[in-house]
C-alpha cells in the first residue's frame, strides 16, 4: 500500500512539474495569485493534453491512475489486496511515459 500512495505521489508531482515547465517554455502567463501546489491533478493532466504534451491515450492512462488511486483509498480497508507490485508497476511506467513525453516537447519547443 505505500509503494501504491509513494509511486501516485510522485505521478501527481511529475504531472505538475511537467505543466510548470511547458507551461514557461510556451510563455504562459501565470496569475501570481494561483497557488501551483493547489492546482487540482486532474487539471494539469488536461492542460498538458491541450498543449500536446502528451496524447489521448497518455492522458486516459494518467487519469485512469488517477480514478485508481482515489478508489483504491477510499475503500482501502476493503481492498488491501490490489494494492500490490502490478499495480504500483503500472503508475511507474505511466510516469516513464510522461516524462518521455516532457522530454520530446522540450526538444520541439525549445529555443
Avoid at 44 to 57: A, G, Q, Y
Avoid at 79 to 88: G, K
Amino acid at each position: 500500500m505505500a509503494a501504491h500512495v509513494i509511486a501516485f505521489s510522485i505521478l501527481e508531482d511529475r504531472v505538475l512539474a511537467n505543466r510548470i515547465t511547458c507551461e514557461e517554455l510556451m510563455n504562459v502567463i501565470f496569475d501570481e495569485k494561483i497557488d501551483r501546489n493547489k492546482i487540482k491533478f486532474q487539471k494539469s493532466v488536461d492542460k498538458l493534453l491541450s498543449m500536446k504534451v502528451i496524447d489521448l491515450n497518455l492522458h486516459k492512462q494518467i487519469s485512469d491512475c488517477g480514478k485508481e488511486r482515489n478508489d483504491f483509498i477510499h475503500q482501502a480497508m476493503w481492498r488491501l489486496d490490489e494494492f500490490n507490485q502490478s499495480s504500483t508497476l503500472k503508475i511507474r511506467k505511466t510516469i516513464n511515459a510522461l516524462e518521455k513525453c516532457k522530454r520530446d516537447f522540450v526538444k520541439i519547443h525549445k529555443k
